[in-house]
């Protein structure tokens, strides 16, 4: 941490910015020049989530690479700083101070990873800076009504997540990929999670879901750490019709090979974050268990075959074609379009000047077009990230295993309708 003097100097500034962001103050801004605008982030890059830090980074600077390659916006060209942090929250919420006092970046985007988010909110929101798109879901991120909050998180928060899962678990059910009726009113429901922040985040909205429906009566909810048998083992016992998964990709692998490895041939609902085949074992494919997974991103649409055509022309102007079907790439690319409109946004106006609050005020001033998945509004202060998504079934398709989608992006309002 900095000198306690130089804390509360910023401390001081960035509440001036957040809470005086509608008075006479003048707003500090910061990495903008006459020819640059810089930004960066903390992405994990090494080690255990590199194979997720690695591509999303190198969509998020190809995004950058061609604004630039076309002449920047409004003459100004984006330069990416960044610092690998090992997923570590301490690491992380040193690093990010690194990037906001000493490199002094204009904003952060596609802040990432569950434990530097969370570590880094408070500190963002006091100085005031943008940060756009968080590379995770966790609660901290949801405000009800906040204009001018820097924080603007664009893929779903965990809590509309677990809600989501709940909700489909429960109207649109346990009896495969068909899934034509409903769960019965007596069924068990087994929820498993993880204790930590995206656990916890996931499992508030499964609660609130399961409660708001009458369920709760009939759920079995159990912590795992990094043994899953005893929790599977009581599932099976109990006899729980479904699972819901509140967990990222690791636990996620784990728990349904021990569903395999115990013969608990139920379905699965788990969170968006596990949409990717290759945290998918082998041992699932004809076991008999459904895997059903919550998706923000839909490339069927016809808006999303647009998409698809300008990522693809992205990652090939770049040279990462080999990035063209990873899903932590499409991420990358999501949270750079979503960054470059709010830029494009100011630089559209009769007063070009880029600032802090220019910045924010004009990602607040109409929903944006997110890429493959719908909307989302920061307008009247929302910070709920996209609040829709579709299903997505794991599923044999001309001898491949891959997740085929079985439902169209829907609000919970429209799942819990039917």
């Given amino acids: 941490m900095r000198k306690f003097s130089k804390l509360l100097t910023v401390l001081v500034l960035g509440l001036g910015i957040f809470l005086l962001a509608g008075c006479d103050t003048k707003v500090e801004v910061q990495g903008v020049t006459d020819t640059e605008i810089l930004v960066g982030n903390t992405a994990a890059t090494t080690g255990d989530y590199a194979a997720i830090g690695v591509p999303f980074n190198a ?61 880094t909110i408070d500190y963002i929101q006091r ?33 509309t997540d677990g809600r989501i899962m709940a909700a489909r678990a429960v109207k649109e059910a346990v009896f495969g990929a068909n899934m034509d009726q409903a769960l019965p009113a007596d069924a068990k429901i087994g929820v498993i999670y993880t ?42 016992n109990e006899g729980v019709q479904v699972v819901i998964a509140a967990v990222n ?24 974050v596990n949409s990717d085949t290759t945290v998918i074992p082998a041992g699932v494919r004809d076991s008999g268990i459904e895997l059903f997974i919550n998706a923000w991103v839909d490339i069927f649409t016809e808006a999303g075959q647009a998409a698809v055509a300008d990522f693809v022309d992205v990652l090939t102007r770049a040279e990462l074609l080999q990035y063209a079907t990873n899903n932590f790439a499409i991420a990358g690319y999501i949270a750079g379009m979503v960054f470059v409109e709010g830029l494009e946004r100011v630089a559209a106006q009769e007063d070009k000047t880029l600032t802090f609050a220019s ?22 202060g929302h910070r709920w990230g996209i609040a829709s998504m579709s299903l997505l079934h794991y599923q044999e398709i001309a001898e491949a295993w891959t997740f085929a989608k079985v439902r169209e992006i829907e609000t919970i309002e429209q799942i819990l309708a039917k």
């Fill in 59 to 119: 969509a998020l600077e190809a995004v950058f690479a061609r604004v630039n390659a076309e002449g920047g916006i409004d003459g100004r060209m984006i330069r990416f700083v960044h610092y690998d942090d090992g997923f570590q929250a301490d690491t992380g919420l040193q690093l990010t101070e690194r990037l906001v006092e000493d490199d002094k970046v204009f904003a952060l985007v596609g802040h990432f990873g569950t434990p530097t988010v969370g570590a």
């Fill in 127 to 159: 100085y005031g800076l943008p940060m756009v798109y968080a590379a995770t879901g966790i609660n901290q991120l949801y405000f009800q009504e906040s204009p001018m909050n820097p924080v603007m998180a664009v893929q779903p928060i965990y809590y």
């Fill in 195 to 236: 204790n930590d922040d995206a656990g916890n985040s996931i499992k508030e909205g499964i609660e609130f879901q399961l409660e708001e429906l009458g369920r709760t009566s009939n759920a079995i909810f159990e912590q795992v750490g990094t043994e899953y048998a005893a929790a599977i083992t009581k599932f099976k």
């Fill in 249 to 272: 990709q690791g636990p996620f692998a784990g728990i349904v090979t021990q569903m395999v490895t115990s013969e608990l041939h139920v379905p699965v609902f788990s969170s968006y």
């Fill in 359 to 380: 910045y924010i005020a004009a990602m607040e001033s109409a929903p944006i077009q997110v890429p493959f998945g719908g909307t989302v509004d920061f307008g009247n």
